[in-house]
């Protein structure tokens, strides 16, 4: 089945103590992005990658990091939490062409105290 | 500065009535306009999309128009279903999708029976 995953899927943790949210796709496709989700806000781009080795910042990038060492994963990077970091994020992939029709993952209910 | 812009947070309507979701966008770069349906604790997923050489893209109940002087696109469902109750989020994207894609704030659209 092709899908996007999301690891943890909920996560409590404290401010300044460093987690990462894995991602991994199976379709082969070469773009993932993730976003945040907040009330009144929408989704917004934090970070997205247009193929192996190849990152770029988003919107709201501050407080995040990313790698892509493989075509399928996508971690992000939390080095030092805060509460204002506390989202829903997702990830998505898509195969980078000009319909950017993007697969998302379930997503990550974080909550940084 | 809000690119995409869904100025109803929400929309209440009728079971087998029209349903109208509209959006606005000020980025005159914007060349693919997509719908995203998202139901609660899931990712958002794809419902329909249009490029900007069209004015209108039709797919079983869901229909896209596209005013590119008026920078406005709206979603219409018609019937409308109660599956249909979620959240509806309108995005856009430039150059091919190479900057990923900027997202509205969301409409949640809830279907009375």
Same mark, same amino acid.
Not at chain 1, 55 to 60: A, E, F, I, M, Q
Not at chain 1, 93 to 99: F, K, Q, T, V
Not at chain 2, 14 to 26: A, M, P, V
């Given at each position: 089945?092709?899908?996007?995953?999301?690891?943890?899927?909920?996560?409590?943790?404290?401010?300044?103590?460093k987690?990462?949210?894995t991602?991994?796709?199976?379709?082969?496709?070469?773009?993932?992005?993730?976003?945040?989700?907040?009330?009144? #806000?929408? #989704?917004?781009?934090?970070?997205?990658?247009?193929n192996v080795e190849?990152?770029?910042?988003g919107?709201?990038?501050?407080?995040y990091?990313?790698?892509?060492?493989?075509?399928?994963?996508?971690?992000?990077? #939390?080095e030092s939490?805060?509460?204002?970091q506390?989202? #829903?994020?997702?990830?998505a992939?898509?195969?980078?062409?000009?319909?950017?029709?993007?697969?998302?993952g379930?997503?990550?209910?974080?909550?940084?105290l | 500065?809000?690119?995409v812009k869904?100025?109803?947070?929400?929309?209440s309507?009728?079971?087998?009535?029209?349903?109208?979701?509209?959006?606005?966008?000020?980025?005159?770069?914007?060349d693919?306009?997509?719908?995203y349906?998202?139901?609660? @604790?899931?990712g958002?997923?794809?419902?329909?999309?249009?490029?900007?050489?069209?004015?209108?893209?039709?797919?079983?109940?869901?229909?896209v128009?596209?005013n590119?002087? @008026?920078?406005?696109?709206?979603l219409?469902?018609?019937p409308?279903q109660?599956?249909?109750?979620a959240?509806?989020?309108? @995005? @856009?994207?430039?150059?091919?999708?190479?900057?990923?894609?900027?997202?509205?704030?969301?409409t949640?659209?809830?279907?009375?029976?």
């Amino acid at each position: 089945e092709a899908q996007v995953t999301q690891n943890p899927r909920y996560l409590i943790t404290v401010t300044g103590k460093k987690l990462t949210v894995t991602c991994s796709q199976n379709m082969n496709h070469e773009y993932m992005s993730w976003y945040r989700q907040d009330p009144g #806000l929408g #989704l917004r781009q934090i970070y997205y990658s247009m193929n192996v080795e190849v990152t770029d910042k988003g919107d709201v990038p501050e407080g995040y990091k990313v790698s892509r060492k493989e075509k399928r994963n996508f971690p992000l990077i #939390l080095e030092s939490p805060s509460p204002n970091q506390t989202s #829903l994020y997702f990830c998505a992939s898509n195969w980078g062409g000009p319909y950017n029709e993007q697969f998302f993952g379930p997503g990550t209910r974080l909550t940084v105290l | 500065d809000q690119q995409v812009k869904q100025n109803s947070p929400s929309l209440s309507v009728q079971e087998g009535r029209i349903s109208i979701l509209n959006c606005d966008y000020t980025n005159s770069m914007f060349d693919y306009f997509l719908w995203y349906k998202k139901y609660p @604790a899931e990712g958002p997923t794809f419902l329909i999309s249009i490029s900007s050489i069209k004015d209108k893209n039709e797919d079983g109940r869901f229909t896209v128009f596209l005013n590119k002087s @008026a920078k406005h696109l709206s979603l219409h469902i018609v019937p409308s279903q109660p599956g249909d109750s979620a959240v509806y989020f309108c @995005a @856009a994207t430039a150059r091919g999708g190479a900057d990923g894609l900027t997202f509205g704030k969301g409409t949640h659209l809830i279907i009375q029976p």
